[in-house]
Every structure is written in structure tokens, then in C-alpha cells.
């Protein structure tokens, strides 16, 4: 059985009790996460990527319904296609395995209307209900993947040619690739630490939501992606903008830049801008 590998977590970055916090085997994997994006060719042994499946089909689930499926991607030369369509990264066919957690409806109406009943479902909430059953079984499955020693990185850039994807993978109407997950033993020495996030003020909220001392708190977070060089060689370039001169560029500066239009969050004016076309002709609804 892989042994799981102790790393530095979120608990002791952000210099928080251990025992307060009660950093068990659990909590360590939970918060020592960390994308890794350069793979080994070494292959994942079938019980461990069984074991792997079967964490993400414990994932919790909207009313049973089990909204999504999961498809398992091996084949070379498939992987490559995958990552040609998201974005050219390369490590999503260096990995030995890619999964990808697609929202799917197509299974409901087919038992709806294998019953003789109408479907009636194709709605925004079944849309989210779906999408969030895909990802709750991401989640399970990185968590599964990390507490065996292997690395992960979740790929959202497979949503980039939504039509294409369903093409390669064979998706029915009513199946959408909500986001992958590439997996594998990661190379060693290519690993940064746990990347800080926001004050726990900014994002956990007691009773009701707050916004008092935002600014302060961001400014602080600021600093310190600033201070580890986060961002150096990963600035969001404004089409049709003079560059800002004397701004410290930092989580602010760098997240701002992404929201100016909805399409740059995909880092081009080209990606996803047709999604909700795209997915009302696959048989969603909104």
C-alpha cells in the first residue's frame, strides 16, 4: 500500500495550532494540498485508481440522483487531443491518467422516459444540481489520489471547446465535461509549498456576511503573494491599454485584471465566450 508523504500544510503556514486544530491523517492531506503539474510516465496501479473511483462515487449526491459521470482516460494519443482542446498543457498528457467529471443528465431523462413520464428537469437548478455532483466527486477523488501519495492538478480549461470534447470522449446530449483531473506520481523537486489564501476573515463568515476591513485584509494578503513572486511571469495583459505603471502587482492587481471581461478568466477573448450557446444545444437549459 502507498504511504502517504507528510508535507508542510495551510495549519502550519499560517502558524495555527496543531492540536487546536487537530491535524489527524485527514486534515493533513486536506490541507497540505498543492496543484502539481509534472507527472512521471509511471503508470497507476488498477486497485489504486479503483480505490480512486470509488472515493469520488462516495461524493455526496442531490436527492440520489448521481448527476454525473466520470470518464477515464489512458490512451496517449487521446490525452494529447484532450490537451490540444485545453489550452496546450502539457502535463494533461504526460500524466499516466486524466479523469473528467462531467455534469449528466442524459442518464436521467433516459429513465424518466424509459418509465413513460415526460422529462421536465432541463432547468438552472438541474444545470447547477449536476455540475455540483461532478465536482463534489472531483474533490473526493484529489483528496482520495493525494492521501495515496500521487500528485493532482484539477484542469477547468477542458470547458475551452466544450464541442470538441464531447466529440473526442463520445458525449451524449445532456453530458458536459465540467472540469479534469490529471493524476500520476509527480516528479520530484517541482513543488513551491502551500500557496496562502485569503485571510480567513475575508472568506469565512460568522452569522451574516461582513465586509468590514476588506481592503486592509486584501492589502496584507497582497503582500505576501507579492513577497514569494507569485505572479512574476504571469501577468494578464489589458488589450488596448497603456500598462500601469508604479502598481505593485499582486493578487489585486493580477485577479482585477482577469475579471475586466468575463472571457479573459478562460485567458482568452476566444474561449468559453459561447458556453451557455454551446450547452443549449448539448440539451442543458438556463
Avoid at 465535461?177 to 485571510?199: F, N
Avoid at 468590514?212 to 503573494?225: H, I, P, V
Amino acid at each position: 500500500m502507498t504511504e502517504y508523504r507528510k508535507r508542510n500544510t495551510r495549519i502550519e503556514l499560517e502558524g495555527l495550532s496543531k492540536e487546536k486544530h487537530l491535524l489527524n491523517e485527514t486534515m493533513e492531506v486536506l490541507t497540505a494540498h498543492e496543484s502539481v503539474r509534472a507527472f512521471q510516465s509511471k503508470d497507476i496501479p488498477a486497485n489504486m485508481l479503483q480505490a480512486i473511483t470509488v472515493a469520488a462515487r462516495s461524493a455526496p449526491t442531490s436527492s440520489n440522483l448521481q448527476a454525473y459521470s466520470i470518464i477515464v482516460v489512458k490512451e496517449e494519443q487521446r490525452k494529447a487531443r484532450l490537451a490540444s482542446l485545453s489550452g496546450n498543457q502539457s502535463f494533461i498528457k504526460d500524466a499516466p491518467v486524466f479523469l473528467v467529471f462531467c455534469a449528466d443528465i442524459y442518464r436521467l431523462k433516459h429513465v424518466t422516459e424509459s418509465q413513460g413520464y415526460t422529462f421536465l428537469s432541463n432547468t438552472l437548478e438541474m444545470f447547477l444540481l449536476s455540475s455540483m455532483d461532478a465536482t463534489l466527486a472531483l474533490q473526493n477523488a484529489l483528496v482520495a489520489a493525494e492521501s495515496l501519495g500521487l500528485g493532482c492538478v484539477p484542469v477547468g480549461s477542458i470547458r475551452n471547446n466544450p464541442k470538441a470534447v464531447a466529440e473526442e470522449l463520445g458525449l451524449p446530449a445532456g453530458v458536459f465535461a465540467v472540469s479534469g483531473l490529471s493524476i500520476g506520481y509527480e516528479k520530484e523537486g517541482m513543488r513551491r509549498g502551500v500557496k496562502p489564501r485569503l485571510p480567513e476573515q475575508v472568506t469565512v463568515h460568522k452569522e451574516k456576511y461582513i465586509t468590514e476591513n476588506l481592503d486592509s485584509l486584501l492589502d496584507k494578503y497582497d503582500k505576501t503573494m507579492i513577497s514569494r513572486k507569485t505572479y512574476d511571469g504571469r501577468r494578464v495583459s489589458l488589450a488596448g491599454e497603456p500598462e500601469k505603471h508604479g502598481v505593485d502587482y499582486g493578487w489585486r492587481e493580477h485577479t482585477a485584471r482577469r475579471c475586466t471581461k468575463p472571457e479573459t478568466i478562460a485567458a482568452s477573448a476566444s474561449l468559453r465566450e459561447n458556453l451557455k450557446n454551446i450547452l443549449e444545444k448539448r440539451g442543458f437549459s438556463f
